[in-house]
């Protein structure tokens, strides 16, 4: 029974270069599931102008419903998460991050615009995760590239072999529908923005005559001509490569319309893989254990001022969690009980008794968690892969006040355990130096200090370009190298050491001096020593 349950959930994200239609299309797959009755529901966390003014007035509107972050509803049989990602690229490590709690994406691509830089980087994460992806080709009712040559476009690009699985009926003005190559099944529509269509034309043979004079003789003689040669060109789908990250099967439509969306959703279910199992530092967790373990992958602080608190979402990889029974913290070694963790139906929370494999579970926090913390019932393990990427801006931190020194420190502190930014410190000074990866979250992070902790300060612009993480076998190596370098050494917020070039060119001959250093572009968020230590004291117990 609880195998059935878990076999039917799907839990995954949607991810676009902004302005694709992500919004629009998660907005669609509510509405062809039930969980809304008409378009306009979800809110947008597209940040229209690059204005702070305008990021703090979206994360106040989804603090309040945090729930637009998990939106969960049922479609055929089926229980499916769509984890949602933030569309700004300043804030693209958080998007880097939801992507370790999914098991499969939905990649929205313009087809006018084909891909586009954030495309090629998201696609990038997806590859390095093998995370199957499938692609949605939107806004086909504009006139954009012909869709051969857009299959080509995203092949080359994206580095991926792709098969289509629906095919378009015209494009532009003339788009009349897709058919369902997976299902050989066809459906024209007519535009409807805000409902799903009812008047809906449904064959199953495309030399149907009656197709003919739905969509026009030259429109239907062309499609027929590409579906043959599609067919020619692409070998059947794979399911295995799919689930293993290789192929990446396409669908076209138009979001805004309907158009397509039900096709990638019918095929989506069925392809998509369940629960996948996921790996920690011990061994490989299956989503059929009987015990219970998940992981934090995001953070969500409240800023409204008048519902200050933070959620932290969980994602869970085996057993089942329960509301009010104990779970160990394997970071902070100590047991947790949640009496009022919530779930997301829709775009609603409520009060959650219990959640299988696949769900997100929202757990109200004071303080105990980071990102990539472990909780499991009572073993000492720690889920990998939850990486923090070098970030690209570094600026030291200026507090303003004095007399507010301990709130700096908590606040900044705080702001880097939920994954805002990074915290290095460098030993020297003892300097805190703040990185991102865009200008935007340093106005975001003055804005909270203040704010919320009542911090005031500002930042000054350092000339580094990377951070890398330092490990060496050869212990004396490294401390010498640490003492020797200091201007260069930083310690992050789990005290690792780590090294902060200015230049591709100045960090490639410092390596060359020390071949026994290893540096690393990304990390992930504990560090081995820690684990050891606790799983130590766990043992004594
Ligand atoms: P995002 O979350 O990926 O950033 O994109 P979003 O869904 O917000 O869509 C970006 C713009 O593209 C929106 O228009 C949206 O209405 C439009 N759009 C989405 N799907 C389609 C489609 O299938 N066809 C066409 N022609 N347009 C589509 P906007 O003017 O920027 O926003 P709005 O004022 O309509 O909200």
């Known amino acids: 029974m609880k195998q059935d349950e878990i076999n039917k959930r799907r839990?995954?994200?949607?991810?676009?270069?902004?302005d694709a239609g992500k919004t629009t299309l998660t907005e669609k797959l509510l509405l062809f599931g039930g969980a809304i009755q008409t378009a306009g529901a979800v809110k947008s966390n597209k940040i229209k102008n690059t204005a702070t003014s305008d990021f703090m007035e979206i994360e106040k509107q989804r603090g309040i419903s945090v729930a637009t972050s998990v939106m969960g509803f049922e479609y055929n049989g089926y229980k499916i998460n769509i984890l949602d990602t933030p569309g700004h690229k300043d804030f693209a490590e958080d998007t880097y991050r939801t992507l370790t709690a999914v098991d499969s994406v939905i990649l929205v691509i313009?087809?006018?615009?084909?891909?586009?830089?954030?495309?090629?980087?998201?696609m990038e994460v997806c590859r390095m995760r093998h995370t199957p992806v499938i692609i949605f080709i939107?806004?086909?009712?504009?006139?954009?590239?012909?869709?051969?040559?857009?299959?080509?476009?995203?092949?080359?690009?994206?580095?991926?072999?792709?098969?289509?699985?629906?095919?378009?009926i015209g494009i532009g003005n003339k788009f009349k529908g897709v058919f369902n190559?997976?299902?050989?099944?066809?459906?024209?529509?007519?535009?409807?923005?805000?409902?799903?269509?009812?008047?809906?034309?449904?064959?199953?043979?495309?030399?149907?005559i009656e197709f003919d004079r739905q969509v026009g003789d030259s429109v239907a003689k062309k499609f027929r001509e590409e579906v043959e040669l599609i067919d020619e060109?692409?070998?059947?789908?794979?399911?295995?490569?799919y689930t293993e990250g290789y192929l990446a099967p396409l669908f076209f439509g138009s979001a805004i319309n309907n158009f397509g969306v039900k096709e990638l959703l019918d095929t989506f279910v069925r392809i998509a893989p369940s629960p996948l199992p996921r790996i920690t530092n011990l061994r490989e967790v299956s989503p059929l254990e009987k015990d219970f373990t998940g992981f934090i992958f995001k953070i969500h602080a409240n800023l409204d001022p008048n519902h200050?608190?933070?959620?932290?979402?969980?994602?869970?990889?085996?057993?089942?969690?329960?509301?009010?029974?104990?779970?160990?913290?394997?970071?902070?070694?100590?047991?947790?009980?949640?009496?009022?963790?919530?779930?997301?139906?829709?775009?609603?929370?409520?009060?959650?008794?219990?959640?299988?494999?696949g769900d997100v579970v929202g757990l109200y926090d004071t303080g105990n968690f980071k990102i990539g913390d472990t909780l499991s019932e009572n073993e000492s393990i720690f889920f990998k892969g939850i990486p923090s990427f070098s970030p690209e801006i570094f600026k030291e931190l200026v507090n303003k006040n004095p007399l507010k020194t301990k709130q700096l420190e908590k606040g900044i502190r705080q702001l880097?355990?939920?994954?805002?930014?990074?915290?290095?410190i460098r030993e020297m000074g003892n300097t805190k130096i703040i990185g991102t990866v865009g200008e935007l979250q340093f106005e975001v992070i003055q804005f909270r200090l203040l704010h919320e902790y009542g911090a005031s300060c500002t930042f000054t612009p350092l000339n580094y370009t990377k951070a890398c993480w330092l490990t060496s076998t050869n212990k004396q190596v490294l401390e010498k190298f640490i003492t020797q370098k200091p201007?260069?050494?930083?310690?992050?917020?789990?005290?690792?050491?780590?090294?902060?070039?200015?230049?591709?060119?100045?960090?490639?001959?410092?390596?060359?001096?020390?071949?026994?250093?290893?540096?690393?572009?990304?990390?992930?968020?504990?560090?081995?020593?820690?684990?050891?230590?606790n799983m130590e004291t766990w043992a004594k117990k």
């Open 308 to 357: 200050r608190d933070r959620i932290a979402f969980c994602r869970v990889v085996s057993g089942k969690f329960e509301r009010n029974k104990f779970y160990y913290h394997t970071r902070l070694n100590k047991k947790l009980r949640f009496s009022s963790p919530v779930g997301f139906m829709a775009n609603e929370k409520s009060i959650l008794e219990e959640a299988l494999p």
């Open 487 to 533: 201007q260069y050494i930083t310690f992050d917020k789990d005290g690792r050491p780590v090294f902060m070039a200015e230049s591709d060119w100045f960090l490639n001959t410092i390596r060359q001096t020390v071949p026994e250093i290893e540096f690393h572009f990304t990390s992930e968020f504990k560090t081995d020593q820690q684990q050891i230590n």
């Open 110 to 122: 313009d087809c006018v615009k084909g891909v586009e830089e954030q495309t090629r980087k998201l």
């Open 416 to 424: 880097s355990d939920e994954g805002m930014a990074q915290l290095f």
């Open 233 to 241: 060109i692409f070998e059947p789908f794979d399911l295995d490569l």
């Open 11 to 18: 839990t995954f994200g949607i991810i676009s270069h902004p």
């Open 138 to 168: 939107n806004k086909m009712d504009r006139e954009g590239q012909d869709p051969l040559s857009l299959l080509e476009n995203v092949e080359q690009e994206l580095n991926i072999h792709i098969r289509p699985l629906s095919w378009p």
């Open 181 to 208: 190559l997976f299902e050989k099944k066809l459906q024209l529509f007519s535009p409807n923005v805000t409902k799903i269509a009812k008047d809906v034309f449904a064959i199953n043979d495309i030399n149907d």
